[in-house]
Antibody, heavy 120, light 112 residues
């Protein structure tokens, strides 16, 4: 059974750095072609892709957010960590992590998401 | 801003057929990148409905189907049911600006 679960703070001050952890099970990020991505959804708005890390440690980032994002993996813990700097109230959103199936372009399993509010 | 455009809402009576369009450009759908579709109820994990233009994961009813033409794609739901009321998103890959995964603007399906 494949599961993903996001964890992290629910409230972040403006200008601070957000760190979110995706803990997954049922697959390995050492398997060729596998990747884990982050997608967010601001309240009442559309899904927005943020970042992805591949089995070979390659990474991609949303062009509009690239300067603020970093992504790492810990294969021994089955975790992927997303960091977003200089948080702003417009970054208030539900943040999801999801698995990208081997060498595909889609996300087949998703976490339920975690709501992050940016406010002082 | 989403680079894939969808209608904000569509509606239909139970049993009817509805379609949702997804309009892109030459750097994504028109560039040969596959289109995928998700069903999403707020507060839950998005569910993969269609992948690779018109393939359904196990467990997805055959009432859902996808198609693609040029720089656009469509999701069709036939035999609309009350449980289909949800938000739907298309997704593809865009080769501009170094490459990125892109989602559509989202469509709310309402069952009348």
């Amino acid at each position: 059974q494949i599961t993903l679960k996001e964890s992290g703070p629910t409230l972040v001050d403006p200008t601070q750095t957000l760190t979110l952890t995706c803990t997954f099970s049922g697959f390995s990020l050492t398997t060729s072609g596998v990747a884990v991505g982050w997608i967010r959804q601001p309240p009442g708005k559309a899904l927005e892709w943020l970042a992805i890390i591949y089995w070979d440690d390659d990474q991609q980032f949303s062009p509009s957010l690239k300067s603020r994002l970093s992504i790492t993996k810990d294969t021994s813990k089955n975790q992927v960590v997303l960091t977003m700097t200089n948080m702003d109230p417009v970054d208030t959103a539900t943040y999801h992590c999801a698995r990208r199936l081997n060498n595909s372009g889609f996300f087949d399993y998703w976490g339920q998401g975690t709501l992050v509010t940016v406010s002082s | 801003q989403s680079v894939l455009t969808q209608p904000p809402s569509v509606s239909g009576a139970p049993g009817q057929r509805v379609t949702i369009s997804c309009t892109g450009s030459s750097s994504n759908i028109g560039g040969g990148y596959d289109v995928h579709w998700y069903q999403h109820l707020p507060g839950t994990a998005p569910r993969l409905l269609i992948y690779g233009d018109n393939n359904r994961p196990s467990g997805v009813p055959d009432r859902f189907s996808g198609s693609e033409s040029g720089t656009s794609a469509s999701l069709a739901i036939t035999g609309l049911q009350a449980e289909d009321e949800a938000d739907y998103y298309c997704q593809s890959y865009d080769s501009s600006l170094g490459g990125s995964y892109v989602f559509g603007t989202g469509t709310k399906v309402t069952v009348l």
